[in-house]
């Protein structure tokens, strides 16, 4: 009578987590420009917020190629009416426009911001910084995590004594990006000057400080290794 085999036993597995964390400069910066106009006629006043939007939008497009995007947020004309008095009587008009732009361009981006809320009516909120979705730090915190893992196991191998052989499985948790420390991102300009009032000189652009950007991936893996050092 023939015996079964002996079964053989299993190699010897551990399982780690790799993690990366990067501090890079941000690649994108976004604002958001809004504004307004008001009269007591509903098309002088649509008149008026369409002529300044389209100032706006002439004086963004000036900086050519350091803007990457530009779009038009929402646009609205809003009645307002009286608050004494019988029936629905309009007393003014309200206009508002919200332009988004997106710069790569840094320095520009001071320029802008300022020329931008030294005009009349014109409120400037950002900048909010951001990486692309697919800049290279991605790539480079994927492949940190990737290294501390094998890194973390080979250790772990070692202090038994034994080796790694075979990687069995690779598990991507997904790579985040946060900002390290919780702070005021916003900057806000509102100025609103009177229409048809006099002009001031020119205002110094303003220096802004890009927020480095913090991108944090993890894995985890699972290897084989050689039989340990018990002793």
């Known amino acids: ?9 299993e190699a010897p597995r551990v399982g780690v987590r790799g993690e990366a964390t990067l501090e890079v400069e941000p690649e994108l910066a ?11 006629d509903r098309r002088d006043t649509l008149k008026d917020i369409t002529r300044r939007n389209n100032h706006i939008l002439d004086l963004i ?6 803007v990457e995007k530009l779009e038009t947020g929402g646009f609205v004309i ?3 009416l009286r608050e004494r008095g019988r029936g629905e009587r309009i007393r003014a008009y309200h206009g508002t426009v ?24 014109t409120r400037v909120d950002g900048p909010w910084w951001s990486l692309r979705h697919d800049s290279p730090a991605y790539r480079t915190a994927r492949q940190q995590a990737v290294h501390a893992a094998v890194q973390r196991a080979r250790e772990y191998a070692e202090a038994l004594g034994a080796r790694l052989t075979t990687l069995i499985e690779l598990d991507d948790e997904g790579v985040q ?11 806000r300009a509102a100025f609103a000057a009177a229409p048809g009032s ?5 205002a110094p ?3 802004l400080e890009p927020e480095r950007q913090t991108v944090y991936a993890q894995v985890t893996a699972h290897f084989t290794m050689t039989a340990p050092d018990l002793g």
């Open 1 to 9: 009578m023939t015996s079964a085999p002996t079964p053989r036993p």
């Open 30 to 40: 976004r604002i958001a420009v809004t504004v307004t106009a008001r009269g007591t």
């Open 61 to 66: 497009k000036e900086y050519g190629d350091a």
């Open 78 to 80: 809003t009645p307002e």
């Open 98 to 121: 919200r332009i988004n732009a997106t710069l790569t361009d840094f320095t520009a981006l001071g320029e802008l911001t300022t020329r931008l809320a030294d005009l009349d009516l």
């Open 177 to 187: 990006q946060s900002t390290p420390y919780p702070r005021e991102r916003t900057m």
């Open 198 to 202: 006099a002009a001031q000189d020119t």
């Open 205 to 207: 652009a303003i220096d």
